[in-house]
T-cell receptor, first 112, second 119 residues
Framework: EAQVTQNPRYLITVTGKKLTVTCSQN?????MSWYRQDPGLGLRQIYY???????DKGDVPEGYKVSRKEKRNFPLILESPSPNQTSLYFC???????????FGNGTRLTVT | AQKITQTQPGMFVQEKEAVTLDCTYD???????LFWYKQPSSGEMIFLIY??????QNATEGRYSLNFQKARKSANLVISASQLGDSAMYFC????????????????FGQGTILTVHP
């Protein structure tokens, strides 16, 4: 089944403790992206990648890192999480071009 | 200026009736794509329908259709014969070409409209 898989679905952590949210897609998509969703602010892009070893900042990259060592994987790293990073995170992928994004099921992160 | 504007924070519709969710967009690009997504209470983002800027016909997918008015920069979603399972948040989004016109970057989302279907 074609899908974007992100893990974990739920994560509660403490301020400053490094964490990684994994994202993997099995559709051979070149484009991958991370979004965060917050009430009243909609979905905002954090980082995106057009291909292996090519990443770029989105609208809200501060406090996040990503890597794209393989085409299928695009992990999101929070080196030192803070409470303002409490949010619902989505990974998404698509073909290059004007194609719809396919989303993972989301990761609800709480930083205390 | 907002790239995507959804002016209806919430909408109500009776089961089996049609409903229109409004979306206007702002771009100076000639080539772009417009998308609608559904987010039920379980949280996942479900792709519903796509309209390309050069498409002359309005897109349709089952009970979903997109009323595309290019000159007015509007891309309203029409849901016919509403069902209780249609109750969800609906997002309009746009994907624009980069400066070279060959690659498409991020999807920019509107704020969303919460649709409630009454029995």
């Amino acid at each position: 089944e074609a899908q974007v898989t992100q893990n974990p679905r739920y994560l509660i952590t403490v301020t400053g403790k490094k964490l990684t949210v994994t994202c993997s897609q099995n559709m051979n998509h070149e484009y991958m992206s991370w979004y965060r969703q917050d009430p009243g602010l909609g979905l905002r892009q954090i980082y995106y990648s057009m291909n292996v070893e090519v990443t770029d900042k989105g609208d809200v990259p501060e406090g996040y890192k990503v890597s794209r060592k393989e085409k299928r994987n695009f992990p999101l790293i929070l080196e030192s999480p803070s409470p303002n990073q409490t949010s619902l995170y989505f990974c998404a992928s698509s073909l290059l071009g004007n194609s719809p994004l396919h989303f993972g099921n989301g990761t609800r992160l709480t930083v205390t | 200026a907002q790239k995507i504007t959804q002016t209806q924070p919430g909408m109500f519709v009776q089961e089996k009736e049609a409903v229109t969710l409004d979306c206007t967009y702002d771009t100076s690009d000639q080539s772009y794509g417009l998308f609608w997504y559904k987010q039920p209470s379980s949280g996942e983002m479900i792709f519903l329908i796509y309209q390309g800027s050069y498409d002359e016909q309005n897109a349709t997918e089952g009970r979903y259709s997109l009323n595309f008015q290019k000159a007015r920069k509007s891309a309203n979603l029409v849901i016919s014969a509403s069902q209780l399972g249609d109750s969800a948040m609906y997002f309009c989004a746009m994907r624009e070409a980069d400066a070279g016109g060959t690659s498409y970057g991020k999807l920019t989302f509107g704020q969303g409209t919460i649709l409630t279907v009454h029995p």
